[in-house]
Nanobody
Framework: VQLVESGGGLVQPGGSLRLSCAASGFTFSSYGMSWYRQAPGKERELVAGISSVRAITNYGVSVEGRFTISRDNANNTVSLQMNNLKPEETTVYYC???????WGQGTQVTVSS
């Protein structure tokens, strides 16, 4: 199993980034997928999730209305569109297959002027 995140980087406050996660080695369409983030010294936080077939989404309170999660079951990818980013959202973002122990290696997002 592999989950490979991409799309992180440096962005100014108020800017946007789009993260992607490419999945392989399992039946992607059978799993809900989620994005988490973890700042140093803090617990891992759920950012957004999307169910397997009906693509029902859920979001952390702090990102609702600014972030959008989506999935492409034909290409085994899940994406996270992040708008109006804030400096306090600087951290590593991880892709995760729900109800599994499968995590990506993470991608760094830095929001700074």
């Amino acid at each position: 199993v592999q989950l490979v995140e991409s799309g992180g980087g440096l962005v100014q406050p108020g800017g946007s980034l789009r993260l992607s996660c490419a999945a392989s080695g399992f039946t992607f369409s059978s799993y809900g997928m989620s994005w988490y983030r973890q700042a140093p010294g803090k617990e891992r936080e759920l950012v957004a999730g999307i169910s397997s077939v009906r693509a029902i989404t859920n979001y952390g309170v702090s990102v609702e209305g600014r972030f959008t999660i989506s999935r492409d079951n034909a290409n085994n990818t899940v994406s996270l569109q992040m708008n109006n980013l804030k400096p306090e959202e600087t951290t590593v973002y991880y892709c995760h297959a729900v109800r599994s122990n499968w995590w990506g290696q993470g991608t760094q997002v830095t929001v700074s002027s």
